[in-house]
């Protein structure tokens, strides 16, 4: 009957379903756990450690850097994917861009919801373990928040990386 109740109510989020129909589906469990992290604040310029798992975020010169600390080298089954979806005020969360990365031995591979899109100016930078991923805030639809979470399919990185994050985005003022 609760299991009943959380599909009925996870139907009326229907632009999130149009995108990802199962996905929200996922969260309908008997065993739910939950997280509440506080969002991570970012001003233009600033570097940002989040305070769960090894992540680091910065936003500089229109561009959102997300630094990714790996624990070992991205092999033929190991991949990461990076997600990136832009929440801004006054526009529909279904009409934002919704970015997936995927960072895999065979390269980089960007879709905006379902479509597969060329680099839009992505840039990946590698220092041994770390990964800087750079992507261009329009690209995100110039955001005002950002929801983010990283996954892999083995255990590339800290556990708690793999929680959804938000970030909030403030603006670089244009008379400074």
């Given at each position: 009957?609760?299991?009943?109740?959380?599909?009925k109510a996870i139907s009326f989020y229907r632009t999130e379903i149009e995108y990802s129909p199962r996905f929200l589906y996922t969260f309908a469990r008997k065993n739910e756990l939950f997280g509440d992290f506080d969002p991570v604040k970012i001003k233009c310029g600033e570097v940002k450690e989040t305070p769960v798992g090894g992540m680091t975020f910065?936003?500089?010169d229109g561009k959102l850097i997300i630094r990714i600390d790996l624990k070992q080298k991205i092999e033929k089954d190991l991949g990461v994917v990076l997600y990136?979806?832009?929440?801004?005020?006054?526009?529909?969360?279904?009409?934002?861009?919704?970015?997936?990365?995927?960072?895999?031995?065979?390269?980089?591979?960007?879709?905006?919801k379902c479509k597969s899109l060329l680099r839009h100016g992505i840039r990946v930078e590698e220092h041994g373990l770390e990964r800087k991923i750079l992507v261009p805030v329009s690209l995100?639809?110039?955001?005002?928040?950002?929801?983010?979470?990283?996954?892999?399919?083995?255990?590339?990185?800290?556990?708690?990386?793999?929680?959804?994050?938000?970030?909030?985005?403030?603006?670089?003022?244009?008379?400074?």
């Open positions: 009957e609760e299991l009943e109740k959380k599909h910065a936003y500089l990136l979806f832009g929440y801004k005020e006054g526009i529909d969360f279904g009409e934002m861009p919704k970015i997936r990365i995927a960072l895999t031995l065979e390269g980089l591979n960007v879709k905006d995100l639809g110039d955001p005002d928040h950002i929801m983010t979470s990283l996954r892999s399919n083995t255990h590339a990185f800290s556990s708690e990386n793999t929680a959804w994050r938000i970030i909030e985005m403030e603006k670089q003022d244009k008379n400074t």
